[in-house]
């Protein structure tokens, strides 16, 4: 029996991780499950986002899911260690396979990392980076403004370049940093943005491709990969307004998403949309 893979957000961020799954994994099923309601989980206490982050993941279990995907970096901050020691499946997240693109691609080791205060404040991605290289040197900047924008929808145009513009101004006038991790996997839908605004010469980094090529090898290497040519029609789950998350997953993905279905957590309960 084809068992998906499960891939969790705090809202439709994680379609941007998804979206490499689909390109690197075409056989494989996704389940993708977006806490839109409670978006974002930046500025929330890390009780509440653990606590959230499971009914996320025991929905998807429901699921017969084989690999799990934190595709939210303040979850993957908070809870991958305890979702890795306490689930029977692999359990990706998406900040060491973007801290090790970051390092691949930096010359002068000099990083930068733009994310939701969560993030940042966790100080993950520091961590992370220099357990792989000690010499490197990491500047973090929140950036509050950017989720609520791109979960309402605000893409591209004047509003979203201004606020680009002015969340960003701190980080460009620091001429050290070459490579610029993108530490929310909401930021690569404005990555556009976020380019022309900090200049050509920085390398931005988003964790989606590294992270679907680690699942692709964890899965080998299980082999529990799906072989031969398949369609498979992905699902996808939403706490929010469904149409919404059409709007943002439509711009994203090459085709529409078939299936789309609202899902309430708390207590959990779904329905057809």
Known sequence: MEQPIGVIDSG????????????????????YL??????????????????????????????NIKMLIVACNTATAYTLRELQSTLSIPVIGVIEPGARAAIKNSKNKQIGVIGTEGTIKSEAYPH??????????????????????IESGVLSGPEAEEIVSKTLKPFKNQKNIDTL?????????????????????????SSGEETAREASLILAYHRSLEQ??????????????????????????EEPIQVLNYVSLDPIQSSAN
């Open 228 to 253: 031969g040519n398949r369609s498979p029609v992905h699902e996808f789950y939403t706490t929010g307004d469904t149409e919404k998350f059409r709007h943002v997953a439509n711009r994203w993905f």
């Open 128 to 149: 992370t980076l220099r357990t792989i290289d000690q010499s490197i040197v990491v500047d973090g900047l929140a950036c509050p403004s950017f989720v609520p924008m």
């Open 34 to 63: 977006g806490d839109t309601i409670r978006c974002p989980y930046g500025p929330r206490p890390k009780e509440q986002v653990k606590r959230y982050t499971w009914q996320m993941v025991h929905y998807l279990l429901e699921k």
């Open 12 to 31: 439709v961020g994680g379609l941007t991780v998804a979206v490499e799954l689909m390109r690197q994994l075409p056989n494989e099923k996704l389940i």
């Open 181 to 205: 991790i993108l530490g929310c996997t909401h930021y690569p839908i404005i990555k556009d943005l976020i380019q022309k605004e900090m200049g050509s010469h920085i390398q931005v980094i």
